[in-house]
């Protein structure tokens, strides 16, 4: 059973630049949330994907945009890139459909690198 | 808003000593609350997680948590540390009487060093 899959492992960019990074949820999962960890910090919340939509998205200007592909795949795009981007940005799935309250656990990938330069 | 705070940035213990990493936790109802792990280059790995009942939750590797309403904390624990126990950890929350917020709120993170 795969578990949740990120790439590219690392990117460096440039100032400016714009990023694409995928996330392959766990098997059976339908939703997919993303998060960015600076260094020494805890993940802060970015948005969440269901059913190709965004569903709540947390403090982060719209340069931060996703997608959520029908086989439940995402992508996490960035553009205007800013050395504060620099970052681990981390995958989250979980399975949300049927479920009445919040208290489901989600499952991380390893993670995308991000140096900005 | 809630929130989330991990009162020590590290934490060491002795291998075969019992450990606690500490977690408190502010939301406007009941939490719901989890912990992960986090090796080096490596993402978040989920340990366990408090939704209702009993106020002790088990978790993976020997590791359990206990949740405390009236200290409004969730600290977890392991009777005895191995040295591969050495990561970082975080606490995490989820508010559920906001319906529209599924993200989990994370605090800064405690490194566990556990010597030989």
């Known amino acids: 059973d795969a578990g949740v899959t990120q790439s590219p492992t690392h990117l460096i960019k440039t100032r400016g630049q714009q990023v694409t990074l995928r996330c392959s949820p766990k098997?059976?999962?339908?939703?997919v949330s993303w998060y960015q960890q600076a260094l020494g910090q805890g993940p802060q919340f970015i948005f969440q994907?269901?059913?190709?939509?965004?569903?709540q998205r947390g403090n982060f200007p719209d340069r931060f945009s996703g997608h959520q592909f029908p086989n439940y795949s995402s992508e996490l795009n960035v553009n205007a890139l800013l050395l504060g981007d620099s970052a681990l940005y981390l995958c989250?799935?979980?399975?949300?459909?049927?479920?009445?309250?919040?208290?489901?656990?989600?499952?991380f990938g390893p993670g995308t690198r991000l140096t900005v330069t | 808003a809630q929130s989330v705070a991990q009162p020590e940035d590290q934490v060491n213990v002795a291998e075969g000593n019992p450990l606690t990493v500490k977690c408190t936790y502010s939301?406007?109802?009941?939490?719901?609350l989890f912990w992960y792990v986090q090796y080096p280059n490596r993402g978040l790995q989920f340990l366990l997680k408090?939704?209702?009942?009993?106020?002790l939750v088990k978790g993976s590797y020997g590791f359990e948590a206990e949740f405390n309403k009236s200290q409004t904390s969730f600290h977890l624990k392991k009777p005895s540390a191995l040295v591969s126990d050495s990561a970082l950890y975080f606490c995490?929350?989820?508010?559920?009487?906001?319906?529209?917020?599924?993200?989990?709120?994370f605090g800064s993170g405690t490194r566990l060093q556990v010597q030989p």
């Open positions: 989250a799935s979980s399975l949300v459909r049927g479920r009445t309250s919040g208290g489901y656990e989600q499952y």
């Open positions: 995490a929350v989820r508010d559920p009487t906001d319906t529209g917020r599924r993200a989990l709120t």
């Open positions: 408090y939704i209702t009942g009993d106020n």
């Open positions: 098997s059976g999962h339908d939703t």
């Open positions: 994907y269901y059913e190709e939509e965004e569903r």
């Open positions: 939301v406007s109802g009941n939490p719901y």
